[in-house]
């Protein structure tokens, strides 16, 4: 349906952007969580969303992706990479995973984590504090601006698990 619109003329790509515009030349789509940009198709009364803008473009200078291949970027969005067909290359499963890990787009723990709110100097400093006593996990869990629950997962090791220093093990 993607490239029926791109064909039709209802979208144009500027594939050297990494942009999908439609009618009125605007780029259209929005981000999900993993800064992806996604399409949406109004298709016989039903809105279907999901369309992966990199792949509309990858098609459209390329032609269909073979089944089997999926389309990696070379420089991760999470790392400010973009759509441009530059950026782009097909790969097998396998090597986009790879390449996920090798890059740190897959696989990151502690700060480099994409959801990480402490520093490992912080996960440090919340064990000492809290293994001396004195302080309640609430207490410490406002001072450095993360919830009860996340603080006696840290505490305990649940996260953060990498680093062992301050952990009774």
Same mark, same amino acid.
């Given at each position: 349906? @993607? &490239?029926?619109?791109?064909?039709?003329? #209802?979208?144009?790509? =500027?594939?050297?952007?990494? *942009? *999908?515009?439609? &009618?009125?030349?605007?780029?259209?789509?929005?981000? +999900?969580? =993993?800064?992806?940009?996604?399409? @949406?198709? +109004?298709?016989?009364?039903?809105? #279907?969303?999901?369309?992966? !803008? /990199?792949?509309?473009?990858?098609?459209? *200078? /390329?032609?269909?992706?073979? =089944?089997?291949?999926?389309?990696? /970027?070379?420089?991760?969005?999470?790392?400010?990479?973009? $759509?441009?067909?530059? $950026?782009?290359?097909?790969?097998?499963?396998?090597? $986009?995973? !790879?390449?996920?890990?090798?890059?740190? #787009?897959?696989?990151?723990?502690?700060?480099?984590?994409?959801?990480?709110?402490?520093?490992?100097? &912080?996960?440090?400093?919340?064990?000492?504090?809290?293994?001396?006593?004195?302080?309640?996990?609430?207490?410490?869990?406002? &001072?450095?601006?993360?919830?009860?629950?996340?603080?006696?997962?840290?505490?305990?090791?649940?996260?953060?698990?990498?680093?062992?220093?301050?952990? =009774?093990?």
């Amino acid at each position: 349906l @993607a &490239q029926q619109r791109v064909a039709d003329g #209802l979208w144009s790509v =500027d594939a050297d952007l990494g *942009v *999908v515009r439609g &009618q009125l030349g605007r780029p259209i789509g929005s981000r +999900d969580r =993993d800064g992806y940009t996604v399409l @949406a198709i +109004d298709h016989q009364g039903k809105t #279907l969303r999901g369309i992966m !803008a /990199h792949r509309v473009i990858w098609e459209a *200078v /390329h032609g269909p992706i073979p =089944d089997g291949l999926e389309i990696n /970027h070379i420089v991760g969005v999470r790392f400010g990479g973009s $759509n441009a067909i530059s $950026n782009l290359e097909i790969v097998t499963r396998s090597e $986009n995973m !790879a390449h996920a890990f090798r890059s740190g #787009l897959h696989g990151a723990i502690g700060e480099r984590h994409r959801c990480a709110r402490l520093t490992r100097c &912080q996960v440090r400093e919340i064990r000492r504090t809290y293994a001396k006593g004195g302080v309640s996990q609430d207490e410490l869990a406002r &001072q450095f601006g993360i919830s009860q629950p996340s603080l006696s997962n840290v505490v305990r090791g649940v996260t953060w698990k990498h680093l062992t220093e301050g952990l =009774d093990t």
